[in-house]
């Protein structure tokens, strides 16, 4: 039989009910499963497994920025789309209708406002509802007018 020698350390409250769950699991000690994990992360090969985790999370990390700069691509180009448009169409006014297009330019942007904070709130974001709308038409339907 092998000496031990005993040693009382703390845990957080979360971590000791993931290693009492594991020991209950594997019908051990909760030493048996301390004591292996300790094994482990000092074994020569724990630093190449602890590397293959980080390269694994830095990948899905880059998978996801890659495609956060197509989304801000996306809207960069329509936003630019949509204010070349804006300017191509829109007629100057006469100075004696400035003052009251102004109050209804405001008035349209603090609607417009209120719809953008209710979008924000529900999650559903314009580049979902974009692809939903290309997959409908796509496949055939005519999608949201």
């Not at 602890?50 to 996801?64: K, N, S, T």
């Not at 004696?96 to 406002?113: D, P």
């Amino acid at each position: 039989m092998s000496s031990k020698t005993r040693m009382n350390v703390y845990f957080e409250p979360e971590l000791l009910k993931q290693v009492e769950a594991l020991a209950l699991r594997r019908n051990v000690s909760k030493s048996a499963v301390i004591e292996a994990a300790v094994a482990s992360f000092l074994s020569a090969d724990a630093s190449e497994r602890l590397e293959a985790v980080f390269a694994r999370r830095m990948d899905r990390i880059d998978r996801q920025i890659a495609g956060m700069d197509e989304d801000v691509a996306i809207m960069g180009e329509t936003l630019a789309l949509f204010i070349r448009f804006w300017l191509t169409v829109t007629p100057p006014l006469p100075d004696s209708a400035q003052v009251s297009a102004r109050a209804k330019g405001v008035e349209r942007f603090e609607r417009f406002l209120q719809s953008l904070g209710r979008k924000l709130a529900t999650g559903d974001r314009f580049l979902r509802e974009l692809s939903r709308d290309i997959d409908t038409r796509r496949n055939g339907g005519e999608g949201p007018q």
